[in-house]
T-cell receptor, first 110, second 117 residues
Framework: SQQGEEDPQALSIQEGENATMNCSYK?????LQWYRQNSGRGLVHLIL?????REKHSGRLRVTLDTSKKSSSLLITASRAADTASYFC??????????FGAGTILRVKS | DVKVTQSSRYLVKRTGEKVFLECVQD?????MFWYRQDPGLGLRLIYF???????EKGDIPEGYSVSREKKERFSLILESASTNQTSMYLC????????????????FGPGTRLTVL
């Protein structure tokens, strides 16, 4: 069953703009991750945020986590055409397994 | 860098055929996973393995089996392929809990797009 649900399903922006994607989940977690998938390829890990963290940065990525609302957001600043991809959140469950959402499709127009 | 490879990028098979999808990782990871990905459904876990010869069912194991004879290799088997198994198949690996690292981070292969006619 899906734990993480991303919003919006699709997002189209101009190069240089910021992109924000949201993820909601249902049960308590130890951590939440974001992955990127370029068209027809495998997923690449972007960032992991633990349940006791509220915000984390990595380059142009900023992730926030609100455990009281069971939600997370991924912000990509100063987007580039190369950021065009699908983005997935994933929450942990027992046994090192992950539950993935359906993803947000981001299109950055140049 | 972790490298996870899958035997084929694209595969076309006929209904009823036995299909083998191979996955190899080069970082000595104990954990390996097979997912299928379908539009609007995200990734769904088929099977996973914590060690050689050890396997457990995921969320959608019906119609699939797996084999892990060596630590680096995890095979997904479709005993009798059906059209509803047309999908993108993704393999992943991760570190064990005892490693002390971010053991929930998974490393993915490039995927195999399987079409069953």
């Amino acid at each position: 069953s899906q734990q993480g649900e991303e919003d919006p399903q699709a997002l189209s922006i101009q190069e240089g703009e910021n992109a924000t994607m949201n993820c909601s989940y249902k049960t308590s977690i130890n951590n939440l991750q974001w992955y990127r998938q370029n068209s027809g390829r495998g997923l690449v890990h972007l960032i992991l945020i633990r349940s006791n963290e509220r915000e984390k940065h990595s380059g142009r990525l900023r992730v926030t986590l609100d455990t009281s609302k069971k939600s997370s957001s991924l912000l990509i600043t100063a987007s580039r055409a190369a950021d065009t991809a699908s983005y997935f959140c994933a929450t942990d469950r027992y046994g090192n397994k992950l539950v993935f959402g359906a993803g947000t499709i981001l299109r950055v127009k140049s | 860098d972790v490298k996870v490879t899958q035997s084929s990028r694209y595969l076309v098979k006929r209904t009823g055929e036995k299909v083998f999808l191979e996955c190899v990782q080069d970082m000595d990871h104990e954990n390996m996973f097979w997912y299928r990905q379908d539009p609007g459904l995200g990734l769904r876990l088929i099977y996973f393995s914590y060690d050689v010869k050890m396997k457990e069912k995921g969320d959608i194991p019906e119609g699939y089996s797996v084999s892990r004879e060596k630590k680096e290799r995890f095979s997904l088997i479709l005993e009798s392929a059906s059209t509803n198994q047309t999908s993108m198949y993704l393999c992943a690996s991760s570190l064990p809990p005892t490693s002390g690292a971010d053991t929930d981070t998974q490393y993915f292969g490039p995927g195999t797009r399987l079409t069953v006619l």
